[in-house]
């Protein structure tokens, strides 16, 4: 009997992957750096530090003995012109200066940063209260501490999508143009292969090593973070597997006339950079402008990383996410075909 030749290239692959130290460490180790990084960068802590520069004068020192009386407040007395730029630089998240004649605050932050805002608002807060004013209407807080709810849970899929779309663009297409480079795609003409087998076998190598990758981060993220999917683990399952098909037809479709390292790497990083920026991985994309969201909505990891968040943080099932997938497919679809039709092995 004569092996498909469908199997015998994607034993080929998978091989040919395990046995490289390199690509392990992408698949395994780098994604577990940056859960732990970012993880650590933006854990939820109970209290966040506000970092407030006070310029040196008569009030300094009643200001500063005013804010530190709050926990959340690390101040710094500083010179006016060594403050202003402590600001400029990102060292401090708010100046505050007094006047020794009227006791008026001048307050200088950067309205677009909401780290600033927040400095702003929360430093006028703590001083009127000791220059003693008085709320008009009573208050109560209630904090919100549950798993799914912190930013943690929200990174996660984000993290996940960008490792599918990094593991099939990079894993598939520069993979078929090393081995244009390296000749032996003119090899693999001399055999009894068709052409969809060898684009299919590169794809399904990629899913054999994505589906333990994402368990891998699943597993870790729960471990160090205690972060659990609210909806059924099955559909992220599902997601995770069409979506790596998707990507590796989008990597098959880029490296399907590359002749060069720059050339793939270039329209690796033309594909991506959009969606790096503009899909959601460490923020929503609902901070973009109105204009802009039909275009972002169908970028390829974009359904990928809402269908992700609408399981793991909302509990929602296949119905909910029917829309995303079929975004999924269609984009592996068009791409897998074109892909088929457009290579070339030399």
């Known amino acids: 009997m004569n092996p498909h030749p469908f199997w015998q ?59 530190q009386s709050d926990e959340r407040f690390k101040v710094t007395v500083s010179p006016v012109g060594e403050a202003q730029r402590r600001l400029r630089v990102g060292k401090t998240e708010l100046v505050i200066a007094a006047s020794d004649v009227t006791g008026e605050y001048n307050y200088t932050f950067d309205p677009t940063r909401p780290g600033s805002l927040l400095a702003r608002n929360s430093a006028d807060d703590v001083l009127q209260t000791a220059a003693g004013r008085k709320n008009v209407v009573s208050t109560s807080d209630v904090e919100m501490d549950e798993a799914g709810s912190r930013y943690i849970d929200f990174l996660i899929p984000g993290l996940i999508g960008m490792g599918l779309m990094g593991g099939g663009l990079w894993g598939v297409g520069f993979a078929v143009t090393d081995m244009r480079i390296r000749q032996l795609l003119k090899r693999y003409m001399g055999t009894p292969m068709k052409r969809p087998h060898f684009l299919a076998a590169m794809m399904g190598s990629r899913l054999l090593f994505m589906i333990p ?55 690796m990083n033309l594909v991506m950079v959009p969606m790096w920026i503009g899909s959601g991985i460490f923020f929503s994309p609902d901070r973009f402008p109105e204009i802009a969201q039909p275009v972002i909505s169908l970028l390829p990891l974009t359904p990928v990383i809402r269908s992700l968040r609408m399981v793991m943080l909302e509990g929602a099932g296949l119905l909910a996410v029917a829309p995303s997938l079929l975004l999924i497919v269609v984009w592996g679809s068009l791409s897998f075909t074109i892909a088929i039709v457009t290579f070339r092995w030399d």
């Not at 690509?23 to 970092?51: K, Q, Y």
């Not at 009030?59 to 804010?67: D, G, H």
């Not at 891998?216 to 609210?230: D, E, K, R, T, Y």
């Not at 909806?231 to 990507?247: D, E, K, M, R, T």
Request: a negative charge; hydrophobic letters at 60%.
């Open 213 to 267: 990758e994402t368990l891998f981060i699943l597993f870790i993220a729960w471990l160090l973070f205690g972060v659990v999917s609210q909806g059924s683990y099955l559909l992220v399952g599902l997601i995770v597997i069409i979506a790596s098909l998707q990507f590796g037809g989008i990597g098959l479709l880029v490296a399907s006339r590359a002749k060069t390292v720059e050339a793939v790497s270039g329209l």
């Open 9 to 67: 290239l994607l034993i080929c692959r998978v091989r040919e992957t395990w046995r490289t130290p390199e690509a392990i460490f992408w698949v395994f180790i780098f994604p577990l750096v940056m859960i732990v990084a970012l993880g650590l960068a933006f854990r939820s802590d109970r209290v966040e530090t506000i970092l407030v520069d006070v310029e040196q004068g008569a009030l300094s020192e009643s200001i500063t003995a005013s804010l």
